[in-house]
């Protein structure tokens, strides 16, 4: 039969595109690229010259409620991993409750107990679910306030407040490209 | 669930691929018949739908009514052709998570044209790995098929290629998600339960469809076919989109889909159309 071959072609064409479907139904991924709920950038100035950025120094930071710090250097091993020396920072947010409580730890490595300073902060703000695809789901953005966007208080031990002035930049935290929180230390 | 319906999709084209070579084989095999005893094609007929008979002895003599039907008169057969998805209709029994029902019909218009539509409705809940939803609603397809496949005498199988338009109404539940969070420091988040409703959604696309249907009885067709699908337009919900749209199934990169369906429909006969060139087509054939 002349159209015979014909139809042995389609078939075999369905058979291979209906596997390949079946074959590609898990393939959604999401992106790492992709923006998706975004941290907390806070960026430290030296309050001498407030143009100008300073690095922490082994700058520890743990969230109200957690024994472990934030992994700011995720292939450094042990305590080294907790620490921050650069100028900038960027810390995740709570995305089920509309406030998260931090404690900033300055010279957290050093021996003498009197150079260690510890800092807390309240940030609270607002939060709303936004869609984003079908492979990364619903992201978080954040707004700060709107009544006291942050509280900041020293740590138990009283040792007074290393962080200077907070001010913030922008309440509007949708992305991780700018800075939203000012520290002068 | 996805190994379930893997194997269905594959069972159900082994079937297809079955049926529509038990059709070809007998015909092809039909030169060599002559010599026994196969008198005419009607006999063919028969012989794909049901199972074969035992083989008549071999001893009955050679049949002289092989040639004096030497050119049997062509008809072909104009009618509408109704059916159901079966493969929608039984996917509710395994899939608890789906009830669904589309029905098929086509009119003859010409020799190889068809009028086509689709319609059906679907109530389907998908759980992806961030996001719960139930997508209900309704569709309609309508549109032409090109029948491609050169029916040996009476035969009436179709392999065909055909254009549809589709539209479908729609309403989505989202019922839970999760938040996407990269920096997990205080925990997986729990799923965030939403229950909101978005109505009113639409869509509309077109969708190409290649498809078989082969007579396995009397006015019985068994068929099957694939249709890509292409949008064209869909209102989409705020903060949430079509991830499914009945008819058009899931949609992929946002605008692209596709669908299978698995059919038996029944054909009602109109008129018949007398062929006038079946002659020379059959006299080409034998050489």
């Known amino acids: 039969m002349e159209f015979y071959p014909f139809m ?64 700011f250097n995720a292939t450094a091993t042990g305590e080294l991993k907790y620490l921050a020396n650069g100028s900038t920072i960027s810390i995740p947010l709570k995305t089920n409750e509309d406030t998260t409580t931090y404690s900033f730890i300055l010279n957290s490595t050093n021996l003498n107990p ?71 230390f | 669930m996805k190994h379930t319906l893997k194997y269905i999709f594959s069972f159900c084209l082994v079937f297809s691929v079955f049926l529509a070579q038990a059709q070809d084989l007998s015909q092809k095999g039909e030169p060599a018949k002559q010599t026994t005893t196969v008198k005419n094609p009607s006999d063919d007929l028969r012989f794909m739908g049901a199972i074969p008979e035992t083989p008549k002895p071999a001893t009955k003599p050679l049949s002289t009514d092989k040639k004096s039907d030497s050119i049997p008169v062509k ?13 929608k209709l039984t996917r509710g029994l395994y899939d608890h998570d789906y009830k669904g029902i589309e029905l098929v019909g086509d009119y003859r218009l010409s020799k190889k044209i068809y009028l086509a539509a689709e319609v059906g409705t679907e109530d389907k809940t998908t759980d ?48 839970h998600y999760d938040v996407y969070n990269t920096n997990p420091y205080f925990g997986e988040a729990p799923a965030v339960i939403s229950g909101e409703t978005f109505d009113g959604l639409t869509a509309h696309w077109v969708s190409v469809v290649t498809g078989v249907k082969a007579k396995v009885f009397n006015n019985v067709f068994v068929g099957f076919s694939l249709q890509l699908n292409g ?12 991830l499914y749209i009945p008819g058009f199934n899931r949609t992929y990169d946002g605008n692209f889909g596709v669908g299978f369906n698995y059919t038996v429909s029944y054909f009602i006969p109109i008129y018949k159309k007398r062929l006038s060139q079946v002659v020379k087509k059959f006299q080409s054939n034998e050489k």
């Open chain 1, 8 to 71: 042995k072609k389609i078939i075999a064409f369905a058979f291979v595109f209906v596997l390949s479907l079946s074959s590609c139904e898990k393939d959604d991924i999401c992106d790492p690229n992709t923006a998706t709920t975004p941290r907390l950038v806070i960026t430290f100035y030296d309050i001498t010259k407030p143009s100008e950025v300073k690095n922490v120094n082994n700058l520890k930071v743990i969230g109200e409620g957690m024994t472990e710090g934030i992994v």
């Open chain 1, 114 to 184: 009197a150079l260690v300073n510890t800092d807390k902060i309240q940030f609270n703000y607002t939060r709303e679910n936004l869609f984003v695809s079908r492979a990364c789901g619903y992201k978080t953005v954040f707004k700060l306030g709107p009544t006291d966007p942050l509280i900041h208080t020293d740590a138990a031990s009283a040792d007074g407040l290393w962080m200077q002035y907070v001010l913030i930049e922008t309440d509007n935290i949708a992305n991780e490209n700018e800075t939203h929180v000012k520290v002068y």
């Open chain 2, 75 to 87: 008809k072909d057969r104009y009618g509408v052709r109704v059916g159901v998805d079966l493969f």
């Open chain 2, 128 to 175: 992806d790995d961030l996001l719960n939803f139930t997508t209900k609603g309704s569709y309609l397809k309508m549109g032409f098929d090109y029948n491609a496949y050169q029916n040996w005498l009476d035969m009436e199988n179709i392999i065909s290629v055909g254009l549809r338009y589709g539209f479908s109404t729609f309403n989505q539940t989202l019922n």
């Open chain 2, 231 to 242: 949008l064209i337009y869909n209102t989409k919900p705020t903060n949430f989109d079509n």
